[in-house]
């Protein structure tokens, strides 16, 4: 088993896509907590952010996906 993705020929590392996929489900968690109001009582949303960012791929990379 290889740990890479063939894409029309262009061999990727299987962490692109899954750092794409966490990147946009950060972006709307973050949607979701910045019209809920959440942000507020936050002390540090940049910071906040990187660890959504970094939870949300461990979680992606941790999903059994079969191809």
């Known amino acids: ?10 061999f990727l ?3 692109v896509p899954t750092a ?9 968690v973050r949607k979701l907590l910045g019209g809920a109001g959440v942000y507020h009582y936050i ?3 940049a910071l ?3 660890a959504l960012f970094l939870i949300l791929w461990a979680v992606v990379i941790a999903l ?3 191809v």
Do not use: Q, R, Y
């Open 1 to 10: 088993m290889t740990n890479e993705i063939d894409i029309a020929g262009i």
């Open 13 to 15: 590392s299987t962490m």
């Open 20 to 28: 794409i996929a966490s990147l946009f489900l950060t972006w709307c």
């Open 43 to 45: 002390w540090h949303p």
């Open 48 to 50: 906040f952010d990187a």
């Open 64 to 66: 059994p996906v079969k």
